[in-house]
């Protein structure tokens, strides 16, 4: 082991031409979507191979991760990204991720107005397109309808153009040198000084302004929030500032001088992301806005590329829907390398042949899974336990069970408790009546043993999957009831299943996952107790789920 080689970055040749062909335009008609299973390398192509080249020259990129606040899993924390769906860890604060969202945007803003893009007639005129700035500016300036000023200017009013100047002024004389430092240099002119120092109190300004406005919202949106109803105006009030923003640096770009684009990674943690009051909405309604007004900013005056990177199989289909029509995104589906580029690029440097042959049996070429194979190899832990009896399948024994014990296991309980919710919900009413249609595996769920139904219908699931060969195409036979299986729902939410969007299957996120899928089925078989034994067959032969209709076609892997 002391000629272990390092881990190395491949290149991904076609993927990062597409990206790259992507964000070479400075402003562009839809977001994109990079999307795929967990573990095929989506956040390392972005940063190991792209982030340095979309930061140099003309080009700006914004980057903003929503899972660094989740001290338990990110690698800035000395942590691994989970296996397992987002939605099993600590969901963040939702003020946390805005903080990010926009802190990102307003230093993109700052270094267009350092490049003489972004002035303060562009941050008045965007604004007031869009908002009535009057009455704020005036409680900005401390103007009520008993002062002098009010009283002189009822005959003739002061016009929003005159009341942002004034408070642009005020700003303009508050800003600090911290403010002002790495905007512009000490050495250029008062002239230049004075306009740079402008536009930094203008977007100052402009912040405050959509605050105030904000401010007036929240009695409504508690009111809102109580009566459980939605209100597009006050969904968009949310996402005001950072959509202003994006509009602001898509009009400031320019071909081979500023060219801006954003990078949200891990999107999907916006939808369950924790309120810390009622006068807020909701993270979903937060995710819904944001990503319904980059796409309408794109569409009517184009906006800068923005990329998406999820892991979430809702943004390969169901996301397409949910906002509009099937071509709404760009899409652009990774699933990392195939067996044959595995063993071009592993066989040789990091494994033997014989050992790739047990991984891919095993494991499949997930990048993530090699990589923790080969560090667990190395490892001196590992090591010390060795003795001249163990071979390679001994680290593959050692590695499955910690993905059965430490991931897949953990999902499961979490897939039951959803489906026990399921249940309950089903009986408090709140489950629409055709989803227990007739003939539906899951229908007339009980009163009482919920926690038994729970786990024999998600045997009975995983069983069916077992009998499809773990890839259901839900558009066959225009299949889409698929997707309303509560078992396959709650197998989707946790992260252990994934939804392709070409070829349309549903299977796990990888070939080791399936496998330990596979392990709980036979555990849990072995565990049941006569009675429940009997209640799973019954289930099977009565109302199984039965998908082999569904099942891959041949060829395709």
């Given amino acids: 082991m002391a000629n272990a080689k390092p881990w190395r970055i491949i290149p991904r040749p076609l993927l990062e031409t597409v990206l790259n062909n992507h964000v070479q335009h400075h402003r ?55 296996w397992i769906s987002w939605t ?50 005036d409680q900005i300036l401390n103007v009520n309808t008993i002062s002098k000023m009010r009283i002189v200017n009822k005959k003739n009013r002061v016009s929003p153009s005159n009341l942002w100047e004034t408070a642009v002024f005020k700003f303009s004389s508050a800003l600090s040198e911290q403010e002002l430092d790495g905007v512009f240099d000490k050495s250029i002119s008062v002239e230049e000084s004075s306009y740079y120092k ?11 302004v959509i605050r105030v406005q904000g401010k007036w919202r929240e009695n409504a949106i508690q009111d809102l929030n109580s009566r459980g109803g939605f209100s597009r105006s006050l969904a968009h009030s949310a996402t005001d500032w950072p959509c202003l923003l994006l509009e602001l640096l898509s009009l400031a770009a320019e071909v081979d001088y ?30 819904d806005s944001l990503i319904w007004r980059i796409i309408a900013l794109g569409a009517n005056e184009r906006c800068l590329p923005v990329v998406f990177v999820t892991s979430d199989g809702y943004y390969s289909y169901r996301a397409f829907i949910d906002f509009g029509f099937p071509d709404v995104f760009i899409s652009r589906e990774t699933f990392g390398w195939s067996p044959a580029e595995g063993k ?23 990048s993530r ?33 910690y993905l059965q014990v430490s991931v897949v296991n953990p999902a499961m309980d979490k897939a039951l408790l959803l489906l026990e919710k399921f249940a309950v919900d089903a009986q408090n009413g709140k489950i629409p009546e055709d989803t227990f249609r007739v003939g539906a595996p899951w ?93 799973f067959q019954w289930q099977r032969v009565i109302r199984g789920r039965s998908y082999r209709h569904l099942l891959k076609q041949v060829g395709v892997k």
Avoid at 270 to 280: I, T, V
Avoid at 344 to 364: A, C, K, R, T
Avoid at 454 to 477: E, H, R
Avoid at 515 to 523: I, T
């Fill in 28 to 82: 562009v008609p839809q977001p994109l979507i990079l999307h795929g299973p967990r573990g095929v390398g989506k956040t390392t192509l972005i940063l190991e191979r792209l982030f340095e080249k979309w930061n140099t020259g003309p080009h700006v990129t914004g980057y903003v991760d929503f899972a660094e606040s989740i001290k338990e899993y990110h690698p800035k924390h000395g942590q691994s990204y989970p």
């Fill in 88 to 137: 099993m860890c600590p969901p963040p604060k939702l003020v946390t991720l805005k903080t990010q969202l926009e802190d990102c945007l307003e230093s993109m803003a700052h270094r267009a107005i350092k490049l003489g893009t972004i002035s303060s007639h562009q941050i008045f005129t965007t604004l007031t397109k869009w908002h009535s700035t009057t009455t704020a500016l």
């Fill in 198 to 208: 402008e536009a930094m109190a203008a977007l100052k300004l402009a912040k405050e």
């Fill in 258 to 287: 500023f060219q801006p684009k954003l990078v949200i990674n891990n999107i999907e943690l916006l939808k369950n992301a924790a309120l810390e009051n009622d006068r807020m909405i909701c993270g979903s309604t937060y995710h």
């Fill in 344 to 366: 071009l690029h592993m066989v040789g440097d990091y494994f033997s042949q014989s050992e790739w042959e047990v991984i891919n049996e095993v494991l499949g070429p997930n």
């Fill in 369 to 401: 899974h090699l990589f923790e194979v080969y560090a667990l190899k190395l490892s001196n832990d590992y090591q010390k336990e060795m003795n001249f009896d163990n071979t390679f399948e001994d680290i593959m024994d050692l590695y499955l069970a």
């Fill in 443 to 535: 229908r007339h769920p009980p009163k009482t043993d919920i926690a038994v139904w729970a786990k024999v219908q998600l045997m009975d699931f995983i069983q069916s999957l077992v009998n499809a060969g773990f890839a259901v195409n839900y558009f066959a036979d225009w299949s889409l009831e698929f997707l309303e299986d509560p078992a396959a729902d709650s197998l989707l939410q946790v992260g252990l299943l994934y939804t392709q969007r070409d070829p349309s299957y549903i299977r796990p996120v990888s070939r080791g996952i399936q496998r330990c899928l596979v392990r709980w089925l036979v555990q849990e078989r072995l565990n049941l107790s006569l009675k429940h034994s009997i209640q």
